[in-house]
DNA sequence: ACCTCCACTTGAACACGTTCAAGTGGAGGA
DNA sequence: TCCTCCACTTGAACGTGTTCAAGTGGAGGT
């Protein structure tokens, strides 16, 4: 009992979250997670190996939260539009308290380095969350793709998620309005899109996109084998 | 005469550059900048406010080449596929001794804070040129698209130009190749989207995207009214 | 010849992220 | 009770990016 390592584990997120979202990522400093944990500055590098590390918490606590706020939101039945929709608002949502962080969320998370790139071998379970997610807008809303776009669209609909966020991340306009307006103009376009799928023209697109995917390795929903 | 303060200006940029392409980001320290270049660590100082300053200048550096290379080797009558292709490729070539910098790369240039941002004002005139190339990748192929598209293509290609670069950043294939896979197969992709555009389906998605371009604000290949 | 000005240069100093050798203390066995 | 072990904790120290007060020197006016 008394769990003294998993204690100041925990302290050490709380005190680094909260902080993160009061005063952004530069102002943060190592040394004040430390201290308004409790613990010394070295200890905190006992369970983190570094301040990146601990952005990555950052990174799969907004992921949960989108998740856990998302799946509820969902309408089965509902239009491919609204339930898209319903989960990319829910992200930028989830985000929002992070805006300040601004570009050091990039910063952090994207490159390959780091454990927190959504590209990366140990964020593999984390983005096969995410596209979990998009799998089950897609599978609980009506009219859902035929064979071939079933499989590849969760995958797709990430994507579109990513680059959602990355417009989300430089996004000065007040409460973000602007990716507010890119989502709801994007997601009737994506269902636009996914009907044309039905068409000989579309199909044939759909199949033209599967093949690039394959030839570059696109994330899958479980961990791919990157070879 | 003399230009003291332009020598030393270049001197630091040709030191910097070189650091960056022979040992990363990370590695190149301000204080061997300083040295190699035979100036104090101060005054590096004067000439650039940071660190990611030098970047800048790699950023420009990188785009202008990208330019010069690119032009010339468009084929007048060509497919779209084909010019467009001969211009991705280009990029990567630029850019690929720079490959190890890695995610240091977008660490320091997407972030909205840092003027290397492709979305900030002061990477306008950067961001243009990189547009126009694209424009001359759409006019100086043939069967290019009619009004409405056309003026649209070229900020589309450019983002799609965006998207590559963010795979190329996490590509650690050998010699990029999967990158290089990326291009190909995505070209004739947007050359079939570009197509489907003749066709009644296709105008009203050209419609729905410029609106969603026009909304959100989307970079214009002048500085655009950012509000 | 002297002075004035200011673009340019310097190195010390600061706070930061990170590392590391040296502890500390409580659980469990003898 | 004492001993051993090791998960956990500590603060000093290193190299980094960045700032700043103090110079330096040459061009141009008198």
Redesign the interface.
Known sequence: MGDRGNDTRDRLVDTALRLFREDGYQATTMRRIATEAGVSLGNAYYYFASKDDLVHELYLAVQREHRELARPRLRRGATLTENLRVALHTGIDVMAPYQGF???F??VA?????PT?P??AASAEARGQAIGLMREVVTSSRGRPSGALLDRLPTLLWLAYL?IT??W??D?SPEQV?TR??ID??T??IT??VR?AR?P?GR??VT??G??MD???APAERVPVTR
């Open positions: 601004g570009g050091s990039l910063t994207l490159p390959p380095s780091s790139s590209f990366s680059g990355l417009h991340v430089t000065s602007r307006r890119l103009g994007v009737p376009i636009r899109l044309l068409l023209v044939r697109l033209d996109v093949a690039v030839l570059v390795g």
